[in-house]
C-alpha cells in the first residue's frame, strides 16, 4: 500500500517535545461535551459540540483539552488555558505536551522538565531527552545517558543507559552496548542485554529481534517464540501481526498462526478487526481469519464508535461495521470518530461532521495544529 493513499488527520506535535510523546498520534476529541478547536482568519479558538463560539478564536495554535486544559500558543511561546478560556499557565514554555495524570512536559532554553496544573516546576529543567510518565516512571536523559524519574522528579534509577524506554507490565527496555534487555522498578538487570532489537512487554511477551529474526520472550528472558519472521509486532486482542515469506499473518501466543500468512499488508487488531490488503485494496479480517469486508478501498482506518474512514480515488468516506457505505467519499481527509463527532478536510479546510454526515462546523482554515499528514503505514 502507498503511504500516501488514505490521509488522516494528525497533529503536528512540537518539534521540541519528545518523540515518547507519540508525536503521530491522531487528535481526537478525549471528553464527551468538550469543546473543539476550529480555526478562523487563521487563529484557533473552540466551538461547543452544537456548534456555538465558546473562545474566541485568538491563539496561532490551540489543541484539545486534556483534563481540562489545553496546550495553546502565542507568538512562540506555549501555555495552558481552562474550558473558560481564562489563562491557566502563562504562555512561557519553547514546547509543551498535553497534561496526563496531572503532569505535563515542557521544553524551556533547550531543556526539559515537567510541571503541575498550577504550573509549578517540581523537576529541575535539566534533561536532555524526556518520555512521558508510565506506570509511575519516566525515562529522562541526561549527558547523553538514560535513566528514570518518579512523579516527585527524584532520579530513582541512575542514567547509565544508552537508551531507555519507559515502564510496561513492570519493565522497561534498556540498550547496553547496542544490545537490548530489561530492568525492573529497582533497576535490576532482569533480562540481560543481548538482544539486537526489543519492544516493551504486552500481554506478557516482549518482541525481540535476533540474527535479524522476530521473535517473542516471556518476563524471564526464555524465548516463548521463535525468532523466525521478518517482521513482528505486539500482540494486541490475543494476536500478533507478523512476516514470513513475504506475507503477512497473525499467530496466538504459542507461535502458532491462526491467520496465515497471505497478505500484502496488514494492521494489528482493534475492536476485533484487523485492516489486510491484498494488492493495493485494504479489507478488513475477523480474530478467526474470516474476511468481514473484501478489500477494496485505497486505504482505511481502524473502527471507532461503530464507523471507520475509508479512502476510495482519492476521496475519504466512512463505512459502519457490516461495510455499508454511510458517509459517501467526498473529503480529502478524516479522523476517526469519538464522542460522535469526527474532523473532516475540503482543500485543506477543517471542519466537524456528526455520525449522519452533516456538518457542526463548515470546513475553514487550518492551521499547524490542525493540518493534515500520511499515516505511518
Known sequence: MKTNSLIVVCLFWLVAVSC?????????????????????????GYIKPSGEMEILPKFDIATSFSEGLARILIGTKYGYIDEHGDMVIEP?????????EGIALVVYNGKRGYIDKTGKMFTTIEFDNTWGFSEGYAAVSVGGRYGFINMKGDMVIEPVYEIASNFSEGLALVVIGGKRGFIDKSGNMVIEPKFDGASDFSGGLARVMISGKHGYIGKKGDVVIKPVFEQAQNFTEGLALVKL???????DKRGDFVIEPEYDKAWSFSNGRARVAVGNKVGYVDTAGDVVIKPQYDGASIFS?????VSLNGKVGYINEKGKLVIKPQYEGASNFENGYARIYEKHKMGYIDRKGNYIWNPTDATLATELCTPPF
Open 305 to 309: 464508535e461503530g464507523l471507520a474512514f
Open 20 to 44: 515518547g510523546e507519540n508525536e503521530n498520534r491522531v487528535e481526537r476529541v478525549r471528553d464527551q461535551g468538550e469543546l473543539l478547536p476550529v480555526v478562523l482568519n487563521g487563529k484557533v
Open 92 to 100: 512561557k514554555f519553547d514546547g509543551a505536551s498535553d497534561f496526563s
Open 245 to 251: 515469506n513475504g506475507k503477512f499473518g497473525y499467530i
